[in-house]
C-alpha cells in the first residue's frame, strides 16, 4: 500500500465517478481503477461496489476511506514539517482547511489574518458548506475547522414575513432551510375590512428573486363580507404567479362569520372541507399548490377531502403537551400531510422547554 493508492480512493470518494478522479489525478481510467483494486487485494476486502459505473464504496471501503483521510493529512504534514525544516524558518507551518457556511465567510477573513500575522508559515483554504457538510467534513477530517450555526438544527425551513426573514438571514440560521415568504398582511385582526386581506407583504416576483421556496396566503371566506371577493381574486393570482416561477404556493383557508361583530373561524369538518374545495381550486394551476390547515377532530374525514400536499398548523399552546402532541401525531398519519408549521405552540410551550418542544415536533416529522 502506498500514498498514491489512498490518494486515488480519496478522490474518487469526492468526485463520484471513475474517469473525472483520474483527471483529478492526473493519470489515465485504467491506472487509478488497477491501483484501487490492488489496495482492495492488498487489504483482502471490498472498496468500490462494483458495477457498469460508479456505485459508491463498500462499508469496508467506507472505513478505508476513513483512515485514508487520517493517513493522507498526516503525510501532508510531514511534507510541510520537513519543508521548514530545510527552510531553517520558525513557529507553526501547514495548511488548515476551513469549512463555513455561507452567512459566515466573510468574518472568516477577521480570523485567519490574525492568525498569519504570528504564524505566516500557515496557509488557509476556505470551502462554502451546508451545516451538514461541516459536520460531516469534521468527521472524515476532510476539513479542520467548521464555522456554522448549530441551534435548532431539526426545524426544516421558516415561514415568517419579510421582517422576520432578513432578520434571521443576517444572524445565518436559514442556511439550508426552506424559507416561506407571508404574503398576505392587510386584513387586520378586528378591522371591518378583516377579510380583505390585501397583499401587503412579499410578492411573488419578490420571492422569485430572493430565491426562496414559495408564498403562503391566508384565504378567509365569508358569505355575508364583500371583502372575500376580491381576497380570493388576489390568492388565485398570486398562485398563478407562484406557479409560474415554479414556487410552492402555500394556501391557508378558513370559511368564517362574524359573531357578535367579531370573525370567527368555523372549525367543523364540514366547514374546513369546504374551505378545501374552494382553495384547492384557486389560480390556473394546482401543480405548485399546498395546503395549510387546522388540526380538528375527525381529521382522517377532512384529509380525504383533498389530494393536495399538507402541512397541519399547530395552533395556540393549550392543554397538556402530550395533548398537544397526540394530536399532531394524529393529524400527521394522513398519507398526504407533509410535516407541521407551527409557532406559538414551540415559543411558548407550557413549562417553557422551548427544545424539548422543538425536538417533539421533530420527532413526529421526521
Not at 113 to 133: A, C, W
Not at 164 to 175: K, R
Not at 208 to 216: M, P
Not at 337 to 345: C, E, F, I, N
Request: hydrophobic share 40%; proline share 5%.
Amino acid at each position: 500500500m502506498d500514498i498514491r493508492q489512498l490518494q486515488y480512493l480519496a478522490a474518487l470518494a469526492r468526485e463520484r465517478h471513475f474517469t473525472r478522479a483520474a483527471a483529478a489525478c492526473n493519470v489515465t481510467q485504467p491506472t487509478l481503477s488497477g491501483r484501487i483494486r490492488q489496495l482492495e487485494l492488498e487489504l483482502e476486502v471490498p472498496i468500490v461496489e462494483r458495477g457498469q459505473r460508479y456505485r459508491g464504496l463498500t462499508p469496508e471501503g467506507e472505513r478505508v476511506l476513513k483512515w485514508a483521510h487520517v493517513i493522507l493529512k498526516d503525510w501532508q504534514s510531514m511534507q510541510e514539517e520537513l519543508g521548514h525544516l530545510k527552510d531553517h524558518d520558525s513557529g507553526l507551518t501547514g495548511r488548515l482547511v476551513l469549512g463555513g457556511i455561507p452567512s459566515a465567510l466573510p468574518m472568516i477573513p477577521l480570523l485567519t489574518q490574525k492568525i498569519r500575522t504570528t504564524h505566516p508559515g500557515i496557509d488557509f483554504t476556505v470551502l462554502s458548506h451546508s451545516s451538514e457538510e461541516i459536520l460531516r467534513g469534521l468527521a472524515d477530517f476532510s476539513i479542520d475547522v467548521g464555522i456554522t450555526y448549530l441551534d435548532n438544527e431539526p426545524i426544516d425551513g421558516l415561514l415568517a414575513t419579510p421582517d422576520v426573514v432578513e432578520d434571521l438571514l443576517l444572524l445565518g440560521t436559514l442556511d439550508d432551510k426552506i424559507v416561506i415568504g407571508s404574503m398576505n398582511r392587510g386584513g387586520l385582526h378586528g378591522a371591518v375590512f378583516e377579510v380583505d386581506d390585501r397583499f401587503t407583504a412579499f410578492d411573488a416576483s419578490a420571492l422569485h428573486r430572493a430565491g426562496y421556496d414559495g408564498g403562503k396566503m391566508l384565504c378567509r371566506i365569508d358569505l355575508s363580507d364583500p371583502g372575500t371577493a376580491p381576497t380570493l381574486k388576489a390568492c388565485g393570482h398570486a398562485v398563478s404567479q407562484l406557479a409560474g416561477y415554479g414556487l410552492m404556493a402555500m394556501v391557508e383557508p378558513f370559511w368564517c362569520r362574524r359573531v357578535d361583530g367579531r370573525l370567527q373561524n368555523d372549525l367543523s369538518p364540514e366547514a374546513v372541507i369546504r374551505s378545501i374545495h374552494v382553495a384547492q381550486a384557486l389560480g390556473v394551476t394546482s401543480a405548485h399548490t399546498w395546503l395549510k390547515l387546522p388540526i380538528i377532530e375527525d381529521m382522517a374525514c377532512v384529509m380525504a377531502a383533498t389530494t393536495l400536499p399538507t402541512l397541519l398548523l399547530g395552533g395556540d399552546p393549550s392543554g397538556s403537551p402530550d395533548e398537544t402532541y397526540a394530536g399532531w401525531r394524529q393529524g400527521l398519519r394522513a398519507p398526504n400531510v407533509r410535516g407541521l408549521v407551527v409557532g406559538r405552540a414551540l415559543l411558548y410551550p407550557p413549562g417553557g422547554d422551548v427544545q424539548a418542544a422543538v425536538d417533539a415536533a421533530a420527532a413526529l416529522v421526521h
